[in-house]
């Protein structure tokens, strides 16, 4: 296969990536494991290779609820009691390391409840090998002739790699091989190391592979546990005696992409040497978390196999575009019981720990469900990655382009069935998720095909050449002339011999001063070219000085940027749990406002509720009144009629028969004003 790698560099290649990317849902497996005894009760029934149901015995809370409903689950694929390791690695872990191996990250992770069978199928037993040790065989099985130098590739520290120079990766080969030798001396093995040399190996042909490329693999073994993270390849020997591993932060690169910083990252170049180094993890895990863990772990395990190829050039030579490399990676996870609770005693300590692998993995669903939501209602929801390191760690698969692979790990035993609900469901949501995929990052680069034979063959040529040149070569460095001619003298008189002599010996001389001549002229040469490799030396070795000098201040300055970094990280840290801390406390008071406010607001309401009695009240009250003073204006108004009319009536009277002048003025007046004197007040109350 043609194929050229790139770092996504170029706006137009993201373009072109963009278009080839499409939507994928996880897949994701059931494994169920045997029972642990003959007398245990089964509540899963394998129905076909994709479809399990769950009954729910007498004992579950659903049955006691009145939900006896059988439920069905659907795989990809569901591997029953019997199924080997190397069918789950076949089904579930082959397609993962060929996708790897066409430049795309990938994640398989084992999910269930403790004492499911996650770290058996991860990691497995004697003479049963698992799914990591199952990938490190099958990747050096096929690309054992195409790898790289070691040192070649170097990682940056920043997720990155760089391309060595041939000489320092030489120098490094020297060095370590000097350190092995030395350790080897003082070296025990683990009996997992002797294990893995009696373990057949898994021999199984990849897709992915291309034999005009060099390989290189790195390995990194991490330990989320209690929300922090552990290097378990780090040497704990410089800890002293207490041998406490240092928690790592975990940080976004350049290009978005999720690492644990300052991990150890080994280069391995063999599959036993790969063991050699799980082994070692695993040794550093038993040693550290198995002691507070008992058998059942409590923390999640990741396992990263990183792949860096590049293509080799057209002459199929070592790769000359330093940058033109791809890096690819396969994370295995073992995550922690999802229960753990039952399995450990509850001391104060373990019931922590089960709290905060229930938190972690109470994130992860959290963040699948948001995810599931954003993108089935195009919603832009902030996903809580950053609430757990776990979740913070794989942000990149969920988010970025990936495939995903999901081992449900079952224990089919009646008691566990509320708890196999549960990790049902969750396999539901995985369901549900939707994840980039991107075709390949693989772009054709025109090469020829078979460039890797086509050189070798020619070196090979090339070498013999060569060899039957220094041959020829060797026979004429002394020859100065032809042999000597015949000097039988035969006669005495025979002046011929010795004037061919003389002859002979002049061509000769001659041509030893020409010879001499010559050496002379390439001594000089020879000499002048020493001189120039000589100043050629002197600049090289005082520019590798200067260069020394500089990219010691440029470490320095890392150092202390790393070093500020880090203070900065730490800072952040404390900022947003500050940040968090005082949004909790912004939401009680919220809440607490919320409350008065409801209070405050029946209070109105209860107060509007007298308000409109007394309103009532009131009005019936006022209604009253003003009947009474209706009553009492028209009475008055009666009354005043009455006077009038009395009054007129007294007029007409008086007019009948002629009246005194003054007294004439007084009834004049009080007939056309209604104004009552007090005097006629006086008689209208009396006539009242
Ligand atoms: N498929 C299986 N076949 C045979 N034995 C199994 C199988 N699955 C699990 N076991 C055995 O069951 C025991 C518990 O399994 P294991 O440690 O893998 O559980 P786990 O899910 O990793 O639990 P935890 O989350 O607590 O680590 C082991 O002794 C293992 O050998």
């Not at 120079?165 to 683990?190: G, V």
């Not at 922690?336 to 609770?341: D, F, I, L, V």
């Not at 919220?590 to 007394?614: G, I, P």
């Amino acid at each position: 296969m043609l194929a050229m790698y790139c770092k996504k560099s170029s706006k137009n290649v993201q373009a072109k990536c963009q278009q080839m990317r499409e939507r994928g849902q996880i897949k994701f497996f059931c494994r169920i494991r045997s029972m642990e005894n003959d007398s245990d009760i089964s509540c899963i029934k394998v129905l076909s290779d994709k479809i399990v149901s769950l009954t729910p015995p007498s004992t579950s809370v659903g049955f006691q609820t009145g939900n006896y409903r059988e439920i069905h689950c659907l795989f990809h694929r569901v591997f029953e009691e019997d199924a080997s390791q190397e069918t789950v690695f076949e089904w579930t872990t082959i397609p993962l390391i060929n996708d790897v191996f066409r430049g795309k990250s990938c994640l398989l992770f084992a999910y269930g409840l403790s004492g499911g069978g996650k770290t058996y199928t991860m990691n497995g037993e004697p003479r049963k090998p698992g799914i990591i040790s199952r990938a490190l065989d099958v990747i050096f099985n096929n690309i054992m002739h195409f790898q790289a130098e070691k040192f070649v590739f170097k990682p940056d520290k920043m997720n990155g790699f760089e391309v060595q120079a041939e000489e320092d990766a030489w120098k490094e080969r020297q060095c370590e091989a000097h350190r092995t030798q030395r350790l080897m001396k003082y070296a025990c093995r683990t009996d997992d190391a002797i294990e893995c040399d009696q373990q057949a190996p898994c021999y199984i042909q990849l897709e992915g592979i291309d034999e005009d490329n060099i390989y290189a693999i790195f390995i990194s073994y991490v330990e989320v546990y209690k929300n922090a993270v552990y290097d378990l390849l780090e040497d704990t020997r410089d800890y002293g005696k207490h041998k406490r591993l240092q928690g790592k932060l975990v940080r976004e690169d350049r290009t978005h992409d999720m690492y644990v910083h300052d991990v150890v990252e080994v280069e391995v170049k063999s599959s036993k040497e790969a063991h050699e180094i799980l082994y070692k993890g695993m040794c550093t895990k038993r040693k550290i978390f198995g002691s507070v863990t008992s058998g059942f772990s409590c923390s999640h395990s990741v396992f990263t196999i990183r792949i860096v190829q590049a293509v080799l050039d057209q002459f199929g030579g070592a790769p000359e575009q330093k940058g033109a490399y791809c890096v690819s990676k396969l994370c295995l996870v073992d995550l922690a019981g999802s229960k753990c609770t039952n399995y450990m005693k509850n001391t104060s300590q373990r019931l922590g720990e089960s709290g905060n692998i229930n938190n972690s993995l109470m994130t992860l669903k959290t963040c699948l469900e948001i995810l599931h939501e954003n993108q089935k209602l195009g919603m832009k929801k902030l996903i809580p990655y950053r609430d757990s390191k776990l979740t913070y760690l794989f942000k990149n698969f969920f988010e970025g382009e990936s495939n995903i692979h999901a081992l449900i790990c079952v224990n089919p035993r009646a008691a566990n069935f509320d708890e196999t609900l549960h990790v049902m469901k969750f396999a539901n949501i995985l369901k549900e998720v939707q994840v980039l995929h991107q075709s390949s990052t693989v772009k054709s680069t025109g090469f020829p095909v078979g460039r890797r034979r086509a050189n070798q063959m020619f070196q090979e040529a090339l070498q013999k050449l060569e060899q039957d040149e220094r041959v020829q070569s060797s026979d004429d460095i002394c020859s100065i002339s032809t042999a000597f001619p015949c000097l039988e003298l035969k006669d005495p008189m025979d002046d011929k011999l010795i004037h061919n002599l003389i002859q002979f010996l002049e061509f000769r001389h001659e041509q030893y001063n020409l010879q001499r001549q010559n050496l002379v002229h390439k001594e000089k040469e020879f000499f002048e070219h020493l001189k120039a490799v000589m100043q050629k030396n002197f600049l090289a070795q005082h520019e590798n000085t200067s260069l020394h000098d500089i990219l010691d201040f440029e470490t320095n300055k890392r150092i202390a940027l790393e070093a500020k970094e880090n203070e900065m990280e730490s800072c952040a840290e404390q900022l947003r749990q500050e940040l968090y801390n005082r949004s909790e406390a912004i939401k009680m008071v919220k809440q607490e406002l919320m409350e008065k406010k409801m209070q405050l607001l029946w209070q109105v309401l209860e107060n509007k509720q007298t308000a409109q009695k007394y309103h009532i009240k009131l009005t019936a009250e006022m209604g009253e009144v003003a009947c009474s003073m209706e009553y009492l204006q028209s009475e008055q108004e009666a009354r005043l009629k009455a006077v009038v009319v009395h009054e007129a009536q007294n007029g007409v009277e008086m007019l009948k028969k002629p009246l005194p002048l003054a007294s004439f003025s007084r009834r004049k007046r009080s007939v056309t004003s209604p104004i009552i004197s007090s005097e006629d007040e006086n008689s209208t109350s009396a006539m009242a």
